[in-house]
């Protein structure tokens, strides 16, 4: 009886307590860089697409959400013809972002991205790439991992360095 | 002329205000339950979330009414109806300030016994027509949790009515003039709080309901306004047993200064909050602790209270 009469006041005190409620539109929390949010494609310092269509996100992704066409331009650089991401599907779980080699495909801080119409969740291309290289500003792909074109090998090509020797522990 | 007017108005006035007041506990309810859990609750409809209510009003009329094709049909439809007209019937002998009542029996209180029992077949056939397990032990628990403290509840009420010496409303309080019955008819005021918990079946007695193993008890099978015929009952049966207490024991309309309907007013709204305050902070009973409650403590605090004011009033003649 006399815990009831003090849960009775403890809870009357209450009143009194700073309220946890975000008032969400108004105000909203503190979303880290790293939060998993809207997908988007960046591209690398020099402006490029970083994308190199090598459909590891589309093969990793556990609800089969995204779907590209890979394509070449005219120096054989591969990059997607369409890049399709399905948000009404999409889970945010990041695996993608962890499967791309590129640093290509990052999730953001972004969550609000409700629409009336479900068609209005798959974003193209267009809608996903960005101008800027996202959360990895100096990351460039075909700098340190090289490709051969025509004509030139691995590392040979300008501002590119040799690619590490993975068999060697020496830095 | 005038007279039939003026009655003609208060029933009105009372049959609006109720239904009005059983809206705005909705939206009461949940904002001091938020208050009380460091939350805000509805505060976005209009200012404070003020037109909450239209909004759920508006939402639970577009609801699909559904009645399951197994249900007794009939009675499925009536019970919820049952509840309301009870408790609306009840608010008939509740004096609001002098000359403010719509009818002032010299019955009054056995009226308001009789209206709280009657209700109590609002649950059981609900339950009942339900068709349902789960339905039917809400429908079961109701029936014998409101019958058992039904007769708590009367007898926690005689010893206000030795004092007043009459059955009527009003007089009882206009017997409060000197000194309310909280105070000479404490043990009784607790019972009757506890007893009229338990009739309006609030938490923490709202075994009838008991979403955590009845799925929703009695009510399990309604839908649309059917099933908000059920929540307005409640909120009206709330605020029927708060304007009860307050006219049985604090006094009605009794105060210095403010005029005798405000002071109604406030002491019933208090009351209420009270109420509220109760859910907010205790658990749900079990039903055999409700039913050891009742029968081993409240029953012999009831007689003892009758006993002790009835030795009292017969020395003082
Ligand atoms: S976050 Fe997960 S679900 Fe969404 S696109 Fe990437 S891999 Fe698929
Ligand atoms: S994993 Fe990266 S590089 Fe490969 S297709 Fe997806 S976004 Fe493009």
New interface residues.
């Given amino acids: 009886m006399l815990s009831a009469l003090k849960t009775i006041w403890l809870v009357l005190r209450h009143m009194f307590h700073r309220r946890v409620t975000v008032q969400y539109p108004e105000t909203s929390n503190y979303l880290a860089p790293r939060y998993r949010g809207r997908i988007v494609l960046t591209r690398d310092p020099d402006g490029e697409e970083r994308c190199v269509a090598c459909y590891l996100c589309a093969a990793v992704c556990p609800v089969d959400c995204i779907s590209l066409q890979a394509t070449e331009d005219e120096h054989g650089r591969r990059y997607p013809e369409f890049f399709r991401i399905n948000f009404s599907r999409c889970i945010f779980c990041g695996f993608c972002e962890e499967a791309c080699p590129t640093y290509s495909i990052q999730l953001t801080p972004d969550n609000e991205m409700s629409e009336y119409k479900r068609k209005n969740l798959v974003y193209e291309k267009d809608d996903l790439l960005i101008s800027g290289p996202g959360k990895y500003h100096d990351y460039n792909f075909y700098r340190v991992a090289g490709l051969a074109i025509q004509g030139k090998d691995k590392g040979e090509a300008e501002n590119e360095e040799p690619p590490v020797d993975v068999r060697s522990l020496l830095p | 002329m005038r007279e039939i007017v003026f009655h003609l108005l208060v029933v009105v006035c009372v049959l609006g205000g109720t239904l009005s007041m059983a809206g705005a506990l909705i939206w009461l309810e949940r904002r001091l339950l938020a ?6 609750g509805p505060n976005r409809v209009g200012p404070f979330g003020l037109f909450q209510p239209v909004a759920d009003a508006i939402k639970i009329f577009t609801k699909e009414d559904w009645i399951p094709p197994f249900a007794d049909r009939a009675v499925f439809v009536a019970a919820p109806a049952v509840i309301v007209v009870t408790v609306l019937m009840s608010f008939a002998v509740v004096p609001f300030a002098p000359g403010v009542w719509v009818a002032d029996l010299n019955v009054g209180l056995l009226f308001l016994f009789g209206m709280s029992s009657l209700g109590a077949y609002s649950l059981i056939l609900a339950g009942w027509a339900s068709n349902n397990k789960y339905s039917l032990i809400g429908g079961l628990r109701a029936a014998a949790q409101t019958i058992s403290y039904e007769v708590f509840m009367g007898l926690s009420l005689m010893g206000v009515v030795m004092l007043a010496g009459s059955f009527s409303l009003r007089a009882i309080v206009e017997a409060q003039q000197g000194v309310w019955f909280c105070v000479t008819q404490f043990p009784a005021l607790v019972v009757f709080l506890i007893a009229g918990l338990a009739e309006t079946h609030r938490l923490p007695f709202d075994m009838p309901e008991a979403e955590s193993e009845l799925v929703a008890g009695f009510h399990s099978e309604y839908s649309g306004m059917k099933f908000g015929m059920f929540f307005v009952g409640e909120y009206l049966a709330i605020t029927l047993l708060s304007a009860l207490a307050t006219v049985l024991f604090f006094g009605g309309w009794l105060g210095p200064v403010l005029p005798p309907l405000v002071w109604f007013v406030l002491k019933t709204g208090a009351l209420i909050c009270g109420i509220i ?2 859910r ?3 658990p749900r009973l079990r039903f055999d602790q409700l039913m050891s409650l009742g029968w081993k403590i409240l029953l012999p605090v009831a007689l003892l209270n009758i006993v002790v004011t009835g030795a009292i009033a017969l020395l003082g003649k």
């Fill in positions: 208050l009380w859990q460091d939350r805000y305050l109760l907010a902070s205790l």
